[in-house]
């Protein structure tokens, strides 16, 4: 728990001689999925922060381990967790004595986090462990007795396309200590993902407390397979036709007319599908996004063919070259199934030569971690005279990861997509439109409106972008059809 800096002090019968206290053994079971337990054993200390006493990483499935300690008369607890966020799966940890407040086996039902308090001695403990108290709440915290007013919850969203009533849900957190007119960052999951799992694992609540920003996480609908998405036009996908950018910009108009946002800074960062669907926001809804960042995304063939932004988007991008998912060297013909798409490199040269960027180079990060078997390098591209701002961190040998969650450890992926939003501006001007020759010597060949979509080309009462087939585009204002 971020509340407490921890002071590493091991005290077991390795350090003793004899006991001189209570000596007792923990004695820590897993069940399936063991790996993802982990517990830290704290004693609480008035007036000052917590004490570290012992810990425990799973490593493996149907296992058992004591730890023997040694324990002063106090007051203690276990902040226990689970990685993936859905409670103990039947591991479960018990004490060789009975102690007040330790239950003959514990484990976490449910969740990522929890606690346990006890009691060694004759002694009276009111110790507080601060997180989500509301059961019903998507972050609740097994055994936390101080609400931190972090609770949140699904909340529903309507918005009508085409006559027809959506309902949608997301999830979203406004930290008390942001300040008036803070910028909202937009959180998207992967395929057959959710709104929860990323809140959980991407940390962007604890960002938002830190920094200052409000966080929303939208929940995808299902598609035909029972699988949460955002609609990028994936080929398996091709009976889909939910309207996924006009739910987010519906859904960032009502944030913004309901709480203190600043509508110049909305940001977009999403995993795997989610990384995807923050390319179609940068080809379609630029003037409301100033800043995207995809972990483990691409963009389709389809999107980048007719991506006409309305202005620059700040772009940055975290990919493992051994992703075995999204291909660090795209899949050009489609060998997967779900769709065309280019390389990385590709797709930033392509936003290179859209916004007119030149190269700053290329830095290789400190390898922090030595035992995740990938290392990162950064490569970066602006524009002096502009705002876009174009970044690859390129993780070599990482996978299909959000990095700082699993995968490669040198970075922490939100903190790196937070402070690339923060660095970066958007004077929300729109691209550069080359003069169009006379209609006479050219034809039409596409219309889409100021987001980049797709609209009739008699629309009247609207100012739409043209493509002519001599290669270039003219903005076009009807009266009348």
Same mark, same amino acid.
């Given at each position: ?25 923990? @004695? ?5 999925? #063991?790996?993802?337990? +982990?517990? !830290?054993? %704290?004693?609480?200390?008035?007036? /000052? &922060? ?91 915290? @097994? ?5 931190? #007013?972090?609770?949140? +919850?699904? !909340?529903? %969203?309507?918005?009508?396309?085409? /006559? &027809? ?317």
């Amino acid at each position: 728990m971020k509340w407490f800096q921890v002071l590493f002090c091991f005290v077991s019968l390795q350090s003793y001689a004899q006991c001189e206290f209570t000596e007792v053994s923990i @004695q820590t079971s897993t069940a399936q999925w #063991g790996y993802e337990i +982990s517990w !830290e054993l %704290f004693r609480a200390l008035d007036g /000052s &922060e917590p004490l570290l006493i012992a810990s425990f990483q799973g490593e493996s499935d149907w296992t058992s381990s004591d730890q023997v300690l040694c324990l002063e008369d106090g007051c203690y607890f276990f902040s226990v967790a689970d990685s993936w966020g859905d409670g103990w799966n039947g591991g479960a940890i018990s004490s060789s004595l009975p102690l007040e407040g330790f239950p003959d086996t514990f484990t976490l039902d449910d969740g990522y986090a929890g606690y346990l308090a006890f009691e060694v001695g004759e002694v009276a403990c009111d110790t507080n462990l601060p997180g989500c108290t509301e059961p019903d709440a998507l972050n609740y915290v @097994q055994g936390a007795n101080v609400d931190d #007013g972090g609770c949140v +919850s699904f !909340e529903t %969203f309507e918005h009508t396309v085409d /006559s &027809e009533v959506w309902e949608r849900q997301y999830i979203y957190y406004h930290p008390e200590s942001a300040p008036a007119d803070c910028p909202l960052v937009f959180v998207f999951h992967g395929y057959t993902g959710s709104a929860d799992d990323i809140m959980q694992y991407s940390g962007f609540n604890a960002l938002a407390d830190e920094f200052g920003f409000a966080v929303c996480y939208p929940q995808g609908t299902n598609d035909s397979y029972g699988n949460a998405f955002f609609n990028v036009g994936y080929d398996f996908q091709f009976n889909e036709n939910v309207d996924d950018v006009g739910f987010i910009l519906a859904l960032n108009d009502y944030l913004q007319a309901n709480y203190a946002l600043d509508e110049t800074a909305v940001y977009g960062t999403g995993m795997s599908n989610g990384g995807d669907f923050c390319y179609l926001l940068a080809c379609q809804a630029s003037d409301v996004f100033q800043a995207v960042a995809p972990v483990a995304g691409m963009i389709m063939q389809d999107i980048m063919d007719a991506c006409t932004p309305y202005s620059t988007t700040n772009i940055l991008e975290i990919h493992g070259t051994e992703d075995d998912v999204t291909y660090y060297d795209g899949d050009p013909t489609n060998q997967d199934g779900w769709g065309a798409y280019p390389s990385i490199p590709e797709t930033m040269d392509f936003f290179v030569d859209l916004f007119g960027l030149v190269s700053e180079g290329t830095e290789e990060l400190p390898n922090t971690d030595a035992t995740d078997g990938s290392e990162v390098e950064v490569t970066a591209w602006s524009n002096e005279a502009a705002c876009p701002q174009l970044e690859l961190y390129k993780v070599i040998g990482g996978g299909h990861d959000w990095p700082g969650a699993w995968g490669n450890m040198d970075i922490d992926a939100s903190l790196v997509a937070w402070e690339f939003f923060e660095s970066t501006c958007n004077t929300n001007l729109p691209l550069s439109i080359e003069p169009a020759l006379p209609s006479a010597q050219s034809t039409v060949q596409g219309t889409w409106d100021m987001l980049g979509r797709p609209c009739p080309a008699n629309a009247a009462g609207q100012l739409v972008i043209e493509r002519l087939s001599n290669g270039q585009m003219r903005k076009v204002f009807r009266a009348v059809e």
